[in-house]
């Protein structure tokens, strides 16, 4: 049971709606798709029950707006009726056209959000003081408005240094808007011009746990406890080669799983202590001006040749994870005598031949499998009643796949999916749509041939959709 609907804001979203040219020419990524502000109807008067909108439970009030991909292009200022629902906690207009228009600062009215999104939305100018007053966000996205648009999932890799920045901050500068945000969790800034230092304040932060700043010309020292923040889990400060400084000790409390400050100016012995972030998943330091040797608590090696049999008779192993080294030759059948493993990630080798994954799928405990970026080329055959049945994580980047495995059909549990650089063509199929769709939060396609969807989804399916990178090769501008 939808909450009754306020005239008057029912009367601001209709207007809103009608102040840009929706159709399919105007979607920017899947095209004969239906937007969401196409249930916007005077006929449909509820509006709490369109789609990518939010009602109060209790009160009625539109709360949240997420028109995500909504196919909305034309102008915005500080005129528009949307900075009438002023009871807004989140609003995310990521991957729409803004046609260049500055953030209107009329935001400022908005001083309930607690989410803003604009991601990838081609918004240009200065980002307006006004967001600075906005002290309950625990979210705030204003990464990758460039033109052309350039980035891919997360605006973490694969932009084009070429693009130019369409936002930035210098007045207000980077420390006068965050310095009210003492809430914030999450801030990604990527490609927004930023050419200052970061400000100190930022390592005060001790909610901030999500830190994305790739390309932003940032100058300067980086304060060293950026890296000691106690919620800090992913921290992406890459392509910024005018940000020097030192990493610091880091502690065994440290909650870190993502650190990349490639491409930095960044100076100084690698801390042995690195080997305490536990919680570690991935690290990039390269491109940077360290010295000395790489400590041993990282555990770098580059084993060459093939992978060892004896490994194979270690039948109680639960992880094995040889990526990122030399091995080549072929994956050793008896790989399938490691019945206990939950963990198994061979990416980033020179490992080759053509394998069938039916070889794995006595693997029953697979929660991880990882094989990307090796020359193999991968079978389809499996008995789909026969897979992983509980993988989280796959990982098929680059190996020579030429149609979606059937037997992700049977998958309920993935959280991440990775079948970029492969050779996949035509349609995706309707029963890829339905694959995990409680659980998916990261699924890459991009780097193939692919036209469509077999049916063009209203919206798409997954629960948590929050990172899917679409990018690459789509054929007839469909992506």
């Known amino acids: 049971m939808h909450p009754l609907c306020h005239a008057a804001e029912r009367s601001a979203l209709l207007q809103f709606k009608e102040s840009f040219i929706i159709n399919n020419s105007t979607c920017r990524f899947v095209r004969h798709y239906l937007p969401p502000v196409a249930s916007w109807t005077l006929e449909n008067s509820s509006c709490c029950s369109w789609d990518g909108v939010d009602c109060d439970k209790k009160s009625g009030h539109v709360i949240g707006l997420e028109l995500i ?18 009871h807004l906690q989140l609003l995310d207009l990521s991957y729409n056209n803004f046609n ?20 990838d939305s081609f918004f240009a100018g200065q980002i307006p003081s006004e967001i600075s007053q906005l002290s309950k966000l625990s979210s705030l996205d204003l990464s990758c408005n460039s033109y052309p648009s350039s980035c891919s999932v997360l ?27 003492t809430n914030l969790e999450e801030l990604s800034l990527s490609l927004v011009n930023i050419p200052y230092p970061v400000p100190s304040l930022l390592a005060n932060m001790s909610s901030l ?3 994305i700043l790739t390309s932003c010309g940032l100058l300067g020292e980086l304060p060293t406890n950026i890296f000691q923040l106690p919620n800090a889990e992913f921290l992406h400060l890459v392509q910024n080669p005018g940000l020097i400084g030192n990493l610091p000790d880091f502690n065994r409390t440290s909650h870190l799983n993502y650190l990349n400050v490639m ?34 608590s990282i555990g770098s090696n580059g084993f060459a040749g093939p992978i060892p049999c ?27 005598r490691l019945k206990n493993l939950m963990n198994l990630d061979l990416s980033f080798n020179n490992l080759s031949g053509t394998m069938e994954l039916d070889s794995l799928h006595v693997l029953k405990n697979l929660t991880t499998l990882g094989l990307s970026f090796n020359k193999l080329s991968l079978l389809d055959k499996i008995n789909s009643s026969a897979s992983f049945p509980n993988l989280t ?55 193939n041939f692919l036209t469509g969807f077999d049916q063009s989804p209203l919206v798409l399916p997954w629960v948590w959709k929050r990172f899917y990178n679409w990018s690459g090769y789509w054929t ?3 992506h």
Not at 268 to 295: D, H, K, M, R, Y
Not at 328 to 333: D, E, F, K, M, T
Not at 400 to 423: C, K
């Open 263 to 296: 491409g930095t100016g960044m100076s100084g012995e690698i801390p042995a202590s690195i080997g305490n972030l536990g919680s570690l998943e991935q690290l990039s330091l390269s491109f940077n001006n360290f010295s000395g040797l790489v400590p041993p």
């Open 155 to 181: 605006g973490l890799v694969s932009f084009d240094p070429s693009s130019k920045r369409l936002l930035e901050l210098k007045r207000p500068h980077f420390e006068s808007l965050v310095q009210n945000l």
């Open 476 to 478: 007839h501008s469909e």
């Open 310 to 336: 004896d490994l194979m008779n270690l039948t109680r192993l639960t992880t094995l994870n040889l990526e990122s080294n030399k091995f080549q030759g072929p994956i050793p059948s008896s790989i399938s």
């Open 100 to 119: 260049f228009s500055q953030i209107p600062s009329s935001i400022g009215n908005l001083s309930k959000l607690q989410y803003l999104r604009l991601f």
């Open 209 to 211: 746990s999500f830190l």
């Open 393 to 447: 994580m796959l990982s098929l980047a680059s190996c020579n796949l030429s149609e979606f495995p059937q037997y992700l059909q049977n998958l309920d549990r993935l959280m991440y999916v990775d079948l970029s650089y492969n050779n996949i063509r035509g349609l995706v199929p309707q029963w890829f749509l339905e694959t995990s769709k409680e659980t998916l939060l990261i699924l890459d396609l991009s780097h």
């Open 69 to 86: 991909n909504s196919c909305l292009y034309g102008s915005i200022n500080s005129s528009s009726s949307l900075f009438q629902l002023v």
